[in-house]
Nanobody
Framework: QVQLVESGGGLVQAGGSLRLSCADS????????MAWFRQAPGKEREFVVW???????????YYADSVKGRFTISRDNTKNTVFLQMNSLKPEDTAVYYC??????????????????????WGQGTQVTVSS
């Protein structure tokens, strides 16, 4: 049973930083893509970033244009945890942030990798609020 547990959300002023964590357990597949999505009130869930591992040659990452240069995704294999470092936060970054996991390995720029329905497992979400 795969479980994803997010942490690290909170309230921050515009221009500030937060780091989100997503710990996975029960994963039995070696290749995967772990993504962060976010959903603001009244809006659809949108793709933020993913990190993909093919099981042997290393990681690749892919960012939405809206967060490129401000957010950084990384992974600590020893802790089975993915981190999302969010800098230069803006009020429009306010949303519930979800981590999601799929056994699929995607290529950078893949449209399908940005679709929530392509991910099999989801965390419970963590609220990020950026005040102006």
């Amino acid at each position: 049973q795969v479980q994803l547990v997010e942490s690290g959300g909170g309230l921050v002023q515009a221009g500030g930083s937060l780091r989100l964590s997503c710990a996975d357990s029960g994963r039995t597949f070696s290749s995967y893509t772990m993504a962060w999505f976010r959903q603001a009130p009244g809006k659809e869930r949108e793709f933020v970033v993913w990190i993909s591992w093919n099981g042997w040659s290393g990681y690749s990452t892919y960012y939405a244009d809206s967060v490129k240069g401000r957010f950084t995704i990384s992974r600590d294999n020893t802790k089975n945890t993915v981190f999302l470092q969010m800098n230069s936060l803006k009020p429009e970054d306010t949303a519930v942030y979800y981590c999601a996991l799929t056994p699929e390995e995607y290529s950078i720029g893949s449209y399908y990798s940005t679709l929530p329905r392509k991910y099999n497992y989801w965390g419970q979400g963590t609220q990020v609020t950026v005040s102006s």
